[in-house]
């Protein structure tokens, strides 16, 4: 009985499988009477527009589900950009150095594994996490149509962790990058020290003067089509070494120091933009925003002056940087078609500043005044109206008084015609909770679209709330 039971069980499985079988077509992909696989039932470009939003990592696995999906993946247009940065646990839990090293190698074997099995000719982009001799190798001699090369996070804010090795890689012999790159991002952070207590960055080891110029110099100016060059915390940076730079590279348009604090930071910024005839964009971001030790202010009323005679320059964001309004105004006047302007904890930001960024720069998309002062609500007003500002970031109380008022702020962010993105700090709980939530809901309910951040500084660190239309939709902690 028992095996006529099992005789009976099996032929109704096969009948279900048969019935199940049915509901597909003969090209394998579910028909309109099968509720179950309904996403089956997606065309292929929708299908496509979703992959494009998954990570390299989600990719992946998403290619292992069936043969309908693994051939939609390898599409070349899915792979013109990799990033191995998002997806990845940027901060696993090691405690020592050895775990580390484990960590770095597996990855770096995944990478590997990813880029001979997914990519080809198509690879344009890329931001490596980690990184050894094969990849290296790969990039150069697999990807003939590679534009940029990261070996940071594509926010710039987090340097790969495996840069000693790579800098063994830039001296030997046969090394050498892409020679068809148009962008570079390089980071000079060559080892971290750690604390018992576990895995804390305590303190950066920067590359030397003698294996910048001997490894990675040499390298860089092979590249006769870059365009963009970043450097991540290159302190050791000489102005001879930018000097030798800006004048073997004659495309060069876009620099960025990130993390930069240099006593000759002043005369650096003058050979490259006595240089560069043809600069579009120029960050400087010092190490502010690592710590408060060593920061540097220096003067840019002469770079002003200078990037006045350059007409397509559009892009300037400068830290804790002292210049006058005459010089300004003679930028601003000559540049009316700058987009982005960054001004972190520049303490020469007054009403004066303010007026003539409303009165000169009509074109202006980005307006960042981190921590910046003394402007007033006079200086804000001047805001009120602009015609092409999108994204705004301005601080509640700054570091100098008297500080902002909570009224003008809303009133110039619902003035503004164009405003997608707006960044208020803050500097007490109370504004927050009490005084700006009315605010903060009425401008949600007139301008749904908009994106607005609020940090509120604590004694820790900051804490960041991203309003999206009515509902909140992400909670950041920054220690």
């Known amino acids: 009985m028992g095996q006529v039971k099992s005789r009976r069980s099996g032929l109704t499985k096969s009948k279900a499988n048969a019935d199940e079988k049915s509901n597909y077509d003969k090209t394998g992909i579910a028909t309109k009477d099968d509720p179950a696989c309904i996403i089956d039932i997606l065309v292929d470009d929708v299908l496509l527009k979703i992959f494009s939003l998954l990570t390299v990592f989600e990719k992946v696995t998403v290619s292992r589900t069936c043969k309908r999906w693994h051939s939609l993946i390898r599409e070349p247009h899915l792979w013109q950009t990799v990033d191995f940065w998002n997806g990845c646990n940027l901060h696993p839990p090691w405690q020592s150095q050895q775990d580390e090293a484990d960590y770095t190698k597996k990855l770096a074997n995944t990478t590997m594994r990813i880029l001979q099995s997914y990519t080809d000719s198509s690879l344009r982009v890329v931001y490596l996490r980690a990184s050894n001799w094969a990849i290296m190798r790969y990039l150069i001699n697999k990807c003939p149509n590679l534009k940029t090369l990261s070996f940071l996070s594509p926010d710039q804010h987090t340097p790969s962790t495996c840069n000693n090795v790579i800098i063994r890689y830039f001296s030997k012999i046969r090394f050498s990058l892409p020679l068809q790159l148009e962008k570079l991002q390089l980071s000079f952070v060559a080892d971290r020290k750690y604390e018992r207590s576990g895995y804390i960055p305590k303190e950066f080891w920067i590359v030397s003067i ?48 990130l993390y930069f604090i240099n006593a000759a930071l002043e005369e650096i910024l003058s ?185 509120q500084q604590f004694v820790l660190g900051f804490c960041s709330t991203m309003y999206v239309g009515m509902d909140m939709r992400k909670f950041i902690f920054f220690p």
Do not use: W
């Not at 707006?422 to 605010?439: E, M, V």
């Open 210 to 257: 003698r294996q910048f110029r001997n490894t990675v110099m040499p390298r860089i100016l092979q590249c006769q089509n870059l365009r963009h060059l970043t450097l991540y915390k290159c302190n050791k940076i000489s102005p001879e070494d930018v000097e030798i730079l800006t004048s073997g590279l004659p495309k060069l348009q876009e620099i960025c120091l």
């Open 271 to 455: 050979i490259i933009v006595n240089n560069l005839q043809d600069l579009t964009s120029l960050h400087i971001i010092t190490s502010q925003y690592l710590n408060n030790d060593g920061a540097v202010e220096y003067c840019i009323n002469n770079i002003l002056h200078e990037l006045s005679h350059r007409r397509k320059f559009k892009d300037l964001h400068v830290t804790e940087a002292i210049f006058n309004p005459v010089s300004f105004a003679t930028m601003t006047q000559a540049l009316p078609n700058m987009t982005e302007l960054g001004l972190y904890d520049c303490n020469c930001v007054t009403d004066e500043i303010m007026t003539i960024i409303a009165r000169d720069l009509s074109n202006l998309r980005i307006l960042l005044l981190n921590e910046s002062g003394p402007y007033t609500d006079i200086g804000l007003k001047a805001l009120q109206y602009h015609p092409s500002l999108q994204s705004l970031t301005i601080c509640k109380e700054p570091r100098h008084r008297p500080k902002l008022s909570t009224v003008v702020i809303f009133e110039t962010l619902l003035s503004l015609p164009k405003l997608k993105e707006a960044k208020l700090l803050l500097r007490r709980k109370s504004d927050q909770d009490i005084i700006f939530q009315p605010y903060l809901d009425e401008l949600r309910a007139v301008k749904p679209h908009v994106r607005i951040f609020t940090q």
